[in-house]
Nanobody, 114 residues
């Protein structure tokens, strides 16, 4: 069973917005905090935001006030709404459990042009 499927990336100008979607296998969704991670070439996956099983959200300092993460139990989906995007936000975004425990999905690429 595929555990994680990301979508929603694209090319956007600085200052713009995107919403990323992550479909999570139901059994995983119910049991784990889910995080969004960003990877850029040559670097490790960096946690951007995570949402707890009851909806509590945590954000990395570099996205606070610009990104929002939320989850919906009925659909086992986790979204990352990104606004006021900066070129430094470019990268491939992945979802996974907090303290990643699953194989990484294919990710979704975000390119923010200046």
């Amino acid at each position: 069973q595929v555990q994680l499927v990301e979508s929603g990336g694209g090319v956007v100008q600085a200052g713009g917005s995107l919403r990323l979607s992550c479909r999570v296998a139901q059994v995983t969704f119910r049991q784990y905090d889910i995080g969004w991670y960003r990877q850029t070439p040559g670097k490790e996956h960096a946690l951007v935001a995570r949402v707890g099983t009851y909806g509590a959200a945590y954000y990395a300092d570099f996205v606070k006030g610009r990104f929002s993460i939320f989850r919906e139990s009925a659909s086992s989906m986790v979204w990352l709404h990104m606004s006021n995007l900066e070129p430094e936000d470019s990268g491939t975004y992945y979802c996974n459990t907090y303290r990643p425990s699953l194989p990484w999905g294919q990710g979704t690429q975000v390119i923010v042009s200046s």
